[in-house]
């Protein structure tokens, strides 16, 4: 038999695990995550592409977490020093910035409405997600703008301000670099 990419892909993960030691993880769940989450809850669709739509997401969600483990896991080694709650109000600054990419966003406004230093801000995103928080909001806005200009019939001024970039000019040369 003939093992699919996802097969394939899960074997590789799965197969340092011990079998004698079972292996659990009960660590923070990626703020990424959720995208998928939201993907699988709204999808209605019980065609080939829903069930793609599901088979993507799944595959994201499981890739996404496992990323995510990874960086804690090498962040652990290094003493990257942080409390829960930190890490907690940093993933709610993700999420914020999730749902407000269209909005004027920058260090000192985060770090005052979530209660972090500009420096632990920067740290715990390079330490959450491997980017500082600037490169995080550029990605997540690139990343609406291809949904968007995928599945809308906006033009790209209209994705441009749509997803927060106030130059046409910068969204277009950002998302051909991109």
Known sequence: KRKTLM???LHDITSSISKEKPFSYYGEISPLTSKYATILIDNRRSDAVGKLLVKGAVVNTL???VEHHDIIKA???TGFATSKTEILRISQVAEHIAENIDQSLNIDQLSKK?????KKLQTGFRHLF??????????LRLEKGKELIQHTDLTISEVCYKVGF???SYFSRSFYER
């Open 166 to 168: 106030s130059s046409r």
């Open 7 to 9: 097969e394939t892909a």
């Open 130 to 139: 491997g980017k500082s928080p600037g490169n995080f909001i550029t990605h």
């Open 114 to 118: 979530f209660g972090l230093s500009p």
């Open 75 to 77: 962040d652990d080694r």
């Open 63 to 65: 890739a996404s977490q």
